[in-house]
Nanobody
Framework: QVQLVESGGGLVQAGDSLRLSCAASGRTFSSYTMGWFRQAPGKEREYVAH????????YYADSVKGRFTISRDNAKATAFLHMNTLKPEDTGVYYCAARFMRTQTWAYWGQGTQVTVSS
């Protein structure tokens, strides 16, 4: 079991940058693939990015590729989402998620942090 707590959301203007953090506690952090998802008002939750156990491989949704960077610090049990050149369509609640090793189910979720990008 792992517990996840996101932070770093806020209200920014289009073109600005923001960094989200996801602090994990519980089981060994390096045993979990980490991911970020988001949910815009009135829409379903969507995948944003994920990172491998050792941080050596990263994957992104096309909508954020080239603007967002996912990273992790296993020593600090924290995952990050660096967001650059933010757009109003990036607005939503951002969730951190974890899945054990290389399983396919995102079994653990944080409570979410709100990101609002004004035009």
């Amino acid at each position: 079991q792992v517990q996840l707590v996101e932070s770093g959301g806020g209200l920014v203007q289009a073109g600005d940058s923001l960094r989200l953090s996801c602090a994990a506690s519980g089981r060994t952090f390096s045993s979990y693939t980490m991911g970020w998802f988001r949910q815009a008002p009135g829409k379903e939750r969507e995948y944003v990015a994920h990172i491998s156990l050792d941080g050596g491989s990263t994957y992104y949704a096309d909508s954020v590729k080239g603007r967002f960077t996912i990273s992790r610090d296993n020593a600090k049990a924290t995952a990050f989402l660096h967001m650059n050149t933010l757009k109003p369509e990036d607005t939503g609640v951002y969730y951190c998620a974890a899945r054990f090793m290389r399983t396919q189910t995102w079994a653990y979720w944080g409570q979410g942090t709100q990101v609002t990008v004004s035009s």
